[in-house]
């Protein structure tokens, strides 16, 4: 649905959208001067007295939605009609070809402003180590509205078509990785499997908006959740053959999808990802296409809007970039603060007693008998040791008995996730169905 403007709120935004134009400069034939784009607060602050609509484009773009999508929108604009040029003189934007009626300019920003929210596509092939992800027979998966799997088909390949190969439009080094354009052969290979995200917004040219965010969130959540599950694994060597770099972006108009640029994908997610196979032992065996049907509709539960399924959205993103690391370190931090998320009391002062707390919490969660169960709470109060000094000492590494105790940790978060998913599945289905699904270990 278009953003609705009260005829004089609009009139305000354009008026002082054009006094901006009139005395911006443009850099490298791409970049609108920080200073002008800082003045552009002015209509975010026009539009914070409105208060819904405010709220209504942060969603789709950020805190400052007029600032930053005024940003994004001039950036490409001005790369639609020249592109970047590293040695082009700074000009006054009123000077360069296409931009001189400035009131023309200010009011197309404003009324794109207004169209928004765009509805797009977000298409990641995985790597081949991934292909098993989706049964045989199936050629695709939904986890939601927004996420699912999806093997190239022809039919795909007509649906989200991308250029054969895209030229460069820069004279020089690009100077953002989100500037950056990618031979466009990524998705066309028959057979591979996609992870695809649909959502609405804007999307920026120099910075990543709220949709794009949304989009790579949605990635590490659904590779967190599949690690718990022990649907993937991490593997002990770097798949560099199909490592993912292009996340390719499609437009929905007038009900068809449209092409419309080559995102870089973020190098740690790549790393983290290509270090992702799926767990071979149980490929392997015969049953695997229940188990792989079990492990899609358990991630699929979490994905619902279940009360306790965004909590298990938000650990397995921090569990996922715990796997992907290798400063380990900061891999230890990022698990832990995955235990919190399950099993913390909200409470912003940390103290011995929440520690207490959440191994207790932990032990009878993930406990298969009361021995591990206290085994489970004396590595909690080792582990807890270890975040302590990490976090208000300091240190440069972990010892070999603390690398061990990170696996001991990421294990313990696997169990924990799987735990929780468990019991939501029980909830969503039903009273007596719930019985069998919390006795059995069928599918554990």
């Known amino acids: 649905m278009a953003i609705k403007l009260k005829q004089d709120t609009f009139d305000k935004l354009v008026k002082i959208t054009e006094e901006i134009l009139l005395s911006s400069e443009v850099h490298s034939g791409l970049f609108v001067s920080m200073k002008s784009i800082d003045e552009f607060s ?3 602050l026009i539009l914070s007295k409105h208060g819904e609509t405010s709220k209504h484009l942060s969603k789709f773009i950020d805190e400052r939605p007029f600032q930053s999508f005024a940003n994004e929108w001039l950036s ?6 020249g592109g970047y040029k590293p040695n082009f003189p700074v000009t006054p934007l009123a000077d360069l070809e296409g931009f001189s009626n400035v009131a023309s300019v200010a009011r197309r920003l404003v009324d794109n402003l207004c169209a928004l929210p765009n509805t797009y596509s977000f ?5 081949t180590t991934l292909d098993y992800l989706l049964p045989e027979e199936a050629d695709t998966y939904a986890f939601s509205d927004e996420l699912r799997l999806v093997r190239v088909t022809e039919e795909f390949k007509q649906k989200f078509a991308v250029p054969v190969a895209h030229g460069s439009a820069f004279d020089g080094e690009p100077v953002t990785n989100k500037l950056i354009l990618h031979s466009g052969v990524a998705h066309t290979s028959k057979g591979r499997i996609c992870l695809q995200y649909e959502g609405k917004g804007q999307i920026g040219l120099v910075n990543k908006l709220a949709v794009e ?16 599950l022990q649907f993937v694994q991490k593997a002990f060597y770097v798949n560099t053959a199909s490592k993912p770099d292009t996340i390719f972006i499609h437009t929905l108009i007038d009900g068809a999808w449209q092409y419309s640029t080559a995102g870089a994908v973020e190098t740690g997610f790549t790393d983290s990802l290509s270090l992702i196979v799926i767990n071979d032992y149980m490929r392997r065996d015969r049953s695997y296409k229940d188990w792989c049907s079990i492990c899609l509709n358990k991630i699929k539960t979490c994905f619902s809007e279940h009360e306790g399924a965004e909590r298990i959205r938000l650990a397995a993103q921090w569990l996922f970039d715990s796997y992907g690391g290798s400063n380990q370190l900061l891999s230890f931090v990022q698990a832990t603060i995955c235990m919190e998320i ?3 009391t909200g409470d912003k002062d940390f103290s011995q007693g929440l520690v207490t707390v959440m191994k207790n919490r932990c032990a009878y969660l993930i406990g298969s008998s009361h021995k591990d169960r206290r085994v489970i709470m004396d590595q909690f109060a080792m582990i807890y040791k270890v975040r302590s000094t990490i976090v208000h000492s300091g240190q440069n590494e972990l010892s ?12 313990m978060c696997d169990r924990a996730i799987a735990a929780e998913i468990k019991m939501i599945s029980a909830d969503n289905a039903g009273p007596i169905a719930a019985l069998y699904a919390l006795g059995s270990t069928a599918d554990q």
């Open 400 to 411: 070999r008995s603390e690398a061990e105790m990170l696996n001991t940790l990421r294990s």
């Open 213 to 228: 965010k949304k989009a790579e969130t949605a990635y590490k959540t659904f590779f967190g959740i599949a690690m718990a």
């Open 123 to 127: 298409t990641l092939q995985l790597p």
């Open 42 to 44: 002015r209509c975010d």
């Open 76 to 81: 490409r604009e001005l790369f639609n009609a």
């Open 342 to 344: 399950l099993f913390g």
